[in-house]
């Protein structure tokens, strides 16, 4: 195991390229898969909420973590780094199954809200596919300590997941009552 992780290491900026392009074409498929047929499991239903749950502690999370390393708390700003990549990583997991097993809710909004709905969904997505590699070449370059590098990627990468993080929840609070 240790071998394989001194492989990914070695080669991260590898591993970042197949993992975004991975990740990201599992999402897009998603979209071409119908959905399943009859009605949900109960646990299916709940799944939109947990991915909000989950999004807020990632959000809050790199909040904790922003605050740390701001302090020069190194060893904190990594576990609450940890604890985003763990939360947004089960995220990633519920929010497959469910678009896998759901077909996608229509906003019923009008108006100002449909528009802002709209552009707050847009951004998300584009701004959701664009994390995935940020985030991980940011984690491979403070995991490996090469701070400069480092701090290049997280000067884009914090405030965009911060942002993806925080209208993942708000996406969800403007489309949960359409959800049937």
């Given at each position: 195991m240790k071998k394989l992780w001194n492989t990914i290491l070695n080669n991260s900026g590898k591993t970042v390229i197949i993992l975004a392009i991975v990740i990201n074409l599992l999402v897009v498929a998603l979209s071409f898969i119908p959905p399943y047929e009859g009605d949900l499991p109960a646990w299916v239903r709940?799944?939109?909420?947990?991915?909000a749950s989950l999004n807020s502690l990632t959000f809050v999370f790199l909040l904790l973590a922003l605050i740390a390393i701001k302090k020069r708390n190194v060893d904190r700003h990594q576990k609450f780094i940890y604890a985003a990549f763990t939360t947004t990583f089960f995220f990633l997991?519920?929010?497959v199954t469910y678009?896998?097993?759901?077909?996608?809710?229509a906003f019923g909004g009008t108006g100002f809200i449909a528009g802002f709905y709209y552009f707050i969904l847009i951004t998300h997505i584009i701004l959701a596919a664009v994390i995935v590699p940020l985030a991980l070449m940011s984690f491979f370059t403070g995991y490996k300590r090469e701070e400069a590098r480092?701090?290049?990627w997280v000067r884009w990468t914090m405030p965009l997941w911060l942002y993806v993080s925080f209208t993942g929840v708000l996406v969800y609070i403007l489309i949960?009552?359409?959800y049937s």
């Open positions: 709940q799944l939109p909420l947990l991915n997991l519920s929010y678009h896998f097993l759901a077909e996608s809710t480092h701090r290049k949960s009552p359409y």
